[in-house]
C-alpha cells in the first residue's frame, strides 16, 4: 500500500507541476529522483516472482520490470536533451495511472474489500494505458537516436586490446524492434487475466 501511496504522490507532483507551469518542460527534471526510486525498485517484484512470493509469471515480470528500468536509466536519465520530449509524459502518464491502479488492487484484495471499480479498472485501464506508454517509450528512444549517433555514447570501438566492438545506436534499433514481438506476449497476457479476473474464465498459461 506504501507503493500506491508514492505512486500517488508521483501523480500529485505532476499536476500540480503542470498547473503550475503550465508546460511539461522541466517536468521530468522535478519528479526524476522519485520516479527512478520506484522504478529501480520495482526489481522487487521479479525478485518476489523468482522466490515465489507471488505467483505472477516470471517472463511477463522480467520483461515488464526491464523494458522500464531501461527507460529510466539508459534513456531518460542518460540522454538530457530528450527530457522534454512530450513523448516522455505518455508513458510517464500511462505508468502512473497503471501502478495507482495496480497497487490499489493489491491493497483492497489482500484487506478482502476490493471495490469493483478498482477491478474493473485493473483489468480495463491496460487497453488503453499499454499502447499509449508502448508509443511514449519508443517515440522517447526514437528522439534519442540521433543524439546517441552523434555522441557514439556507450558504444566501444575498433580498434581495442580487447577486440571487442558495440554500438548503443544499433542496439537502440534491435531494442525497438523487439517491441514488435514482446509487447503482444504482455498485451495478450494481461487480456488473459482479465477473461480469469472479470469473466471467471480458466486459461492455462504455458509461459513458465
Ligand atoms: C535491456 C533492454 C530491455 C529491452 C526491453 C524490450 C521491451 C519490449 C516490450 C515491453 C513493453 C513494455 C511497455 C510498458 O513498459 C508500458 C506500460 O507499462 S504502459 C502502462 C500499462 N501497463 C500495464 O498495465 C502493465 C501492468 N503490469 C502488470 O500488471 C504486471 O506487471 C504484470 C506482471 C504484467 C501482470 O501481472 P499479473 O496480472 O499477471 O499478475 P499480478 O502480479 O498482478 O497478480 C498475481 C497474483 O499476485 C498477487 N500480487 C502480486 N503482487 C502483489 C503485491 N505487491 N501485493 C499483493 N498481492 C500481489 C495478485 O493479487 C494476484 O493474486 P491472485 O492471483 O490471488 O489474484
Given at each position: 500500500s506504501s507503493?500506491?501511496?508514492?505512486?500517488?504522490?508521483l501523480a500529485i507532483a505532476m499536476v500540480r507541476f503542470y498547473m503550475e507551469k503550465g508546460t511539461h518542460r522541466g517536468l521530468y527534471k522535478s519528479i526524476q529522483k522519485t520516479l527512478k526510486f520506484f522504478q529501480t525498485f520495482a526489481l522487487l517484484e521479479l525478485v518476489h516472482c523468482l522466490i515465489g512470493i507471488v505467483p505472477t509469471s516470471v517472463i511477463v515480470t522480467g520483461v515488464q520490470v526491464s523494458s522500464r528500468i531501461f527507460m529510466v536509466w539508459l534513456i531518460t536519465h542518460s540522454i538530457k536533451p530528450i527530457q522534454n520530449e512530450e513523448s516522455v509524459v505518455l508513458f510517464l502518464v500511462a505508468w502512473t495511472v497503471t501502478e495507482i491502479t495496480r497497487y490499489s488492487f493489491y491493497?483492497?484484495?489482500?484487506?478482502?474489500?476490493?471495490?469493483?471499480?478498482?477491478?474493473?479498472?485493473r483489468y480495463n485501464f491496460f487497453i488503453i494505458l499499454y499502447p499509449v506508454g508502448v508509443a511514449g517509450e519508443l517515440l522517447t528512444i526514437h528522439a534519442a537516436l540521433p543524439y546517441v549517433k552523434k555522441s557514439g555514447m556507450f558504444?566501444?570501438?575498433?580498434?581495442?586490446?580487447?577486440?571487442?566492438?558495440?554500438?548503443?545506436?544499433?542496439?537502440?534499433l534491435i531494442t525497438m524492434a523487439s517491441y514488435i514481438p514482446l509487447f503482444p506476449q504482455l498485451y495478450f497476457h494481461m487480456l488473459r487475466q482479465r477473461r480469469k479476473v472479470l469473466h471467471g474464465e480458466v486459461i492455462v498459461e504455458k509461459d513458465d
Open positions: 507503493w500506491n501511496y508514492r505512486w500517488l504522490v491493497t483492497f484484495s489482500l484487506l478482502n474489500h476490493l471495490p469493483y471499480f478498482i477491478k474493473w479498472a558504444s566501444i570501438r575498433l580498434p581495442n586490446k580487447y577486440n571487442v566492438s558495440f554500438d548503443y545506436y544499433y542496439f537502440l
